[in-house]
């Protein structure tokens, strides 16, 4: 009886600490949001999320840089971040296009099959640059299983495209979509790829219940982010 409520109080003392642990990096993430700029742009539970899943991934050559991509925001507004988190200076917050088939306005449906032309979710490592029918593009590595991780084979890339505009806003109420690449504006496209490029990590954030439910990177603080 005595064994059993050792255990148990040594049980109790573990949860503590871990909890106490992960509420000293949450505040430290939160410090470091309001220091990056992002209070009136980027939701910190989003921020907090790809903070936490970036500490996750080792094999990261550019561990200072983080790009988060919103897709819980309509296309008609900014909703990718490039932030260097050494700096801790916003980069880049400009629009990004999302897949065909994930939506018009909103993007509600995501994917990790060929063909589905939809955009897919998750954490990413950026991988080599080419150039080849959008131009100047950068390849993704998808880090999560049955999520995200075909992006390589479905060539989801960044690369820019006319399409991604406040032009085609104002003229169609929301940008044009990609075959399920995250494109970006023309005249940003270069400069972000060539930020990024060589091992950085990449966040697509949306509000999607498997996601959240399947993914391996997120914690339970992250699966607050939609009431689970």
Known sequence: M??????????????SCNMKHNASHKDENRILWRECGLEDKLPFDIFNTAITGLHKIDS?????????????????????????????????????????NSGDLCADLFSNEE??????????????????GNGYSL???????????????????????????????????????????PALPPALSHEIIDT????????????????IANSTFLTAEAGKLSGV
């Open 196 to 211: 990024i490029a060589g091992g950085s990590c990449l966040f697509i954030y949306a509000s999607d219940s498997f996601y």
């Open 139 to 181: 390849r993704l590595d998808g880090l999560e299983k049955n999520i995200n991780d075909n992006a390589r084979n479905r060539e989801i890339v960044i690369h820019g495209a006319d399409y991604v505009s406040e032009e085609f806003i104002k003229k169609y109420g929301r940008l044009g979509r990609s075959w399920g690449c």
């Open 115 to 132: 063909g589905s032309l939809k955009s897919s979710l998750g954490f990413f490592i950026t991988a080599e640059t080419y150039t080849g």
């Open 60 to 100: 990261l050559k550019k561990k200072e840089l983080i790009t988060i991509i919103d897709f819980s925001k309509p296309s008609s507004e900014k909703r990718l971040y490039v932030v260097d988190l050494k700096t801790k200076k916003l980069l880049f917050f400009t629009l990004v296009a999302h897949g065909r």
């Open 2 to 15: 005595t064994k059993s409520i050792s255990l148990f109080a040594m049980l109790i003392v573990m949860l």
